[in-house]
């Protein structure tokens, strides 16, 4: 007796597919957000006061913790407003430490109306 085998299939090979992250300014919420194959994973909230956007508080989910998008966060909203010709203010303290660590973004600062912003706070 002659047993026929037939060929088994090769595997698929597993392909690791990096996610697709994005930042994006949602004006209608008054907030840069950063986005994880679509999902909001967390966002940088500002007001804006004398034509400036004033950073007030950052904040990535759990589920996304750890993985830098803070810093992606940051520097994709940063990036945005030095694009539109803006200033900053970081109220924020993650921004405000970030900004400390990134001195290439000093430029966008406005030292002055932080100032009077923490003189009336």
């Known amino acids: 007796m002659v047993l026929?085998?037939?060929p088994v299939p090769e595997?698929?090979?597993v392909v690791d597919v990096e996610p697709v992250i994005e930042?994006?300014?949602s004006p209608a919420h008054s907030r840069y957000e950063v986005r994880?194959?679509?999902a909001l994973a967390?966002?940088?909230h500002y007001l804006t006061e004398d034509g400036a956007l004033v950073f007030d508080h950052t904040l990535i989910k759990d589920a996304?913790?750890?993985r830098g998008l803070g810093s992606v966060l940051a520097r994709g909203a940063l990036d945005d407003v030095r694009a539109q010709g803006g200033r900053?203010?970081?109220l924020c303290?993650?921004?405000s430490g970030w900004l400390g660590k990134h001195p290439e973004y000093e430029d966008l600062v406005d030292h002055e109306l932080h100032a009077r912003i923490l003189a009336t706070a």
């Open 4 to 6: 026929a085998l037939e």
């Open 11 to 13: 595997a698929e090979p």
């Open 23 to 25: 930042v994006r300014n």
């Open 36 to 38: 994880v194959d679509g």
């Open 42 to 44: 967390g966002f940088t």
């Open 64 to 66: 996304f913790a750890g």
């Open 88 to 90: 900053i203010v970081a």
């Open 93 to 95: 303290e993650y921004i």
